[in-house]
């Protein structure tokens, strides 16, 4: 089955660096989102993006963050300013364009912020 | 009014039995509702997914059982087995906003041989 592939699987970063997660979505997909996850919490909805540009975001997506689709394969989260409590797992999913709602996620990035 | 309330927290059951996972909904516009499974190291999976037309939804040992007038759905796993245990979260959705999930707290869940 095709996969969601998130690079690194881990990052650390000093408080107030920038960080750019990475996401390969699947290749037919046209819908790709972020998600977060605050160690023993539930799963947030950040930001999801269709055909160059933000559909919908949440109010944890504020300025410090931005998405973007640089080329046909990759699309990116960047924290302009981390904070600690920036310190999640971050997943990113994708879906196709038919009425399925099937999200698919990828293994997600460790983002630690010291 | 967006939360989606998941109990319990944790889970613990022998093999071949039932695991069942409430949840519970106050947001009226949602529309779809997904179950997920997430083994450690990795994202969420879809597991199962039903609409409000339907009072249950069957998929192998899976079955989703949705109350619309409670606002509540639960997830049933038969046969309960040890390659069963992960945590499992639900979610919903309002119509129009498909991808947009809101989910539940998880439960961890483990089946023990």
């Known amino acids: 089955e095709p996969e969601v592939t998130q690079t690194p699987s881990h990052q650390v970063t000093q408080m107030g660096q920038e960080v750019i997660l990475r996401c390969v979505p699947i290749?037919?997909?046209?819908?790709f989102y972020w998600y977060r996850q605050i160690l023993g919490q539930k799963v947030e909805f950040l930001v999801s993006f269709y055909n160059n540009e933000i559909s919908e975001k949440s109010e944890i997506f504020d300025d410090q963050f931005s998405v973007e689709r640089p080329d046909g394969s990759n699309f990116t989260l960047k924290i302009r300013s981390t904070k600690l409590e920036d310190s999640a797992m971050y997943f990113c999913?994708?879906?196709?364009?038919?009425?399925?709602?099937?999200?698919?996620f990828g293994s997600g990035t460790q983002l630690s912020v010291l | 009014q967006q939360q989606v309330k998941q109990s319990p927290q944790s889970l613990i059951v022998q093999k071949g039995g039932i695991s069942i996972i409430n949840c519970a909904y106050e947001?009226?516009?949602?529309?779809?509702f997904p179950w997920y499974q997430q083994f450690p190291g990795k994202g969420p999976a879809l597991l199962i997914a039903i609409r409000p037309d339907v009072s249950e939804k069957k998929e192998g040992r899976f079955t989703i059982s949705f109350n619309k007038s409670a606002k509540q759905f639960s997830l049933h796993i038969m046969d309960s087995q040890p390659g069963d245990s992960a945590t499992y979260f639900c979610?919903?959705?309002?119509?129009?906003?498909?991808?947009?999930?809101?989910f539940g707290s998880g439960t961890q869940l483990t089946v023990l041989p």
């Open positions: 290749s037919n997909h046209l819908y």
């Open positions: 999913a994708s879906s196709d364009p038919g009425p399925n709602e099937k999200l698919f």
């Open positions: 947001n009226t516009a949602f529309d779809y």
């Open positions: 979610a919903a959705t309002p119509a129009g906003s498909a991808r947009q999930l809101t």
